[in-house]
């Protein structure tokens, strides 16, 4: 009888972690920023069947991407838990934090168990609040962890260079048109620092609204009045600012033909 090779439980995490980057990454990036009015979510999504962005509860949506089926099921899972849990407890008892752990425990779960691969997802949660100070934004990688966002984040594709272009950018006291206009514009950027032109039918765009009236704050921001958005940020003047940061950015995302495992092949 043969001796099975011995591989340290270091190196077999490490590798399943590398698996599941590797098919991450080769999905097309979201971004997540927070503006006045709430919580914006942008996602380069040419399909209108499989979204990538999604309403979980009354002030709670989800992002996610990588592997269409596995993020689904998580976030079909979410809707679930929060569901009975407002209607055990009470609706305000449903929170991100309280739903990004669910997920966390469940991601970890997924990815240490040596009997199936690991889930090749990368999620966000982001709770709007009464004020831009009460917004929570959970940003969950693959191994089940917890990031706790402030201000801007992307995931998917080349979320680092992504990351930092909106770091570099995003400021407080943002307007929608503002916001919409730097997410677009990360994204738009290609490998070799170009940029591609991204129009009304390649996004998906959505926003957890606080001015809302009703409890429900999530809308879709689809159609011509997505257009006429786009449209009014690309009338507007940079400011100064924005042109000096411009002048150092070497930022970029992944080629849109490049991705294999995510929701709108």
Do not use: C, W
Request: glycine share 8%; charged share 30%; hydrophobic share 35%.
């Amino acid at each position: 009888m043969s001796t099975p090779f011995y591989v340290s439980p270091q190196q077999a995490m490490a590798d399943r972690a590398e698996y599941a980057r590797k098919g991450i990454a080769r999905g097309r990036s979201v971004v997540v920023l927070q503006y006045t009015d709430g919580i914006l979510f942008v996602a380069e999504n040419p399909s209108r069947a499989l979204h990538k962005v999604s309403e979980i509860y009354d002030r709670i949506a989800f992002a996610a991407v990588g592997k269409y089926n596995e993020f689904e099921n998580l976030r079909i899972g979410g809707v679930r838990y929060a569901d009975l849990r407002g209607y055990t407890y009470d609706r305000q008892d449903v929170t991100a934090r309280g739903l990004a752990n669910v997920y966390a425990q469940t991601l970890g779960t997924i990815f240490s168990s040596v009997g199936e691969k690991p889930y090749e997802v990368e999620l966000i949660v982001a709770e709007v609040g009464s004020a831009p100070e009460e917004d929570q934004i959970y940003r969950l990688p693959h191994d089940g962890s917890i990031v706790d966002e402030h201000g801007a984040v992307a995931v998917g594709g080349n979320s680092d260079q992504i990351g930092t272009y909106l770091d570099q950018r995003h400021r407080d006291g943002f307007t929608l048109t503002e916001a919409l206009k730097l997410a677009v514009d990360s994204l738009a950027r290609d490998n070799n620092g170009g940029e591609r032109r991204l129009t009304a039918e390649q996004l998906e765009v959505a926003v957890l609204d606080r001015t809302r009236p009703q409890q429900r704050k999530f809308r879709r921001v689809l159609g011509a009045q997505l257009t006429q958005l786009l449209e009014a940020g690309e009338d507007a003047e940079p400011s100064a600012d924005d042109d000096a940061a411009d002048t150092g950015a070497d930022d970029s995302t992944p080629d849109a033909g490049s991705e294999s495992t995510d929701s709108d092949e």
